[in-house]
């Protein structure tokens, strides 16, 4: 991975009053490659061309540039998201259109992503408030496109399964381990199936073994 401050563009950026932004970049640009795991602040440094001491004039630490790295990702997935939640269909295929949003996020943007799930429970002050979770979104959804709910079993079991497949599939296709070849659905047809077998199921009266009923 070369440094970003190879050509005269580059080095323009931060004397500009660009080094947050060329941070923040960095900082996904090097978790989509290398994972969330070994991300220091030295990295985005040497990814921007400053010295480690020149970062915290804008974050106090590692921890405070990751929640701004998920604040924004998250506010990109809120958007895909109530995009997928407003275009034309059913409820269901709205529904389902929104894990097919929350699949293409996670494999378009790796290091907005895992930035998401790093920073859940971190303290770290958010001037925006605390952020809601994607299941959050999820059951929000699922409440306004189903408003007379899944024959009594809670829209927020039916959100916590349907957001557990669709993250599983995710990191399991980012691990490169979901299996390939002729005859095998792909990542969206597993999630359309699993989407449609969860709210079918809990609509026709018979939820998943262990369903919590609807208060």
Known sequence: MRPWRDGPADRRGY???NLKEALIEA???FIAERGIGGFTLVDAARLVGVT???????????EALLEE??????????????????????????????GEAYLAFA??????YAAIFETRGVNVPNEAGPRPSPFDLLVEALQ?????????????FIALEVWALSHGLATLAAAGHLPKGPGIPD???????????????AGAGKPSAGAVPAP
Do not use: I, Q
């Open 69 to 98: 790295l998920a604040g924004r990702g998250f506010a990109e997935l809120a958007e895909r998201l109530a995009r997928a939640l407003t275009a034309r269909g059913t409820p269901l295929e709205r529904f389902t259109r929104m």
């Open 107 to 112: 494999e378009e943007e790796p290091g907005y």
């Open 144 to 156: 306004s496109t189903f408003p007379d709910g899944f024959g009594g079993v809670a829209p927020r």
């Open 187 to 201: 990542t969206y047809e597993l999630l359309r199936a699993g989407v449609l077998a969860l709210v079918h199921g």
């Open 27 to 29: 900082a996904r640009r």
């Open 15 to 17: 004397h500009h009053g």
């Open 52 to 62: 480690p001491a020149a970062l915290y004039r804008h974050f106090r630490g590692r």
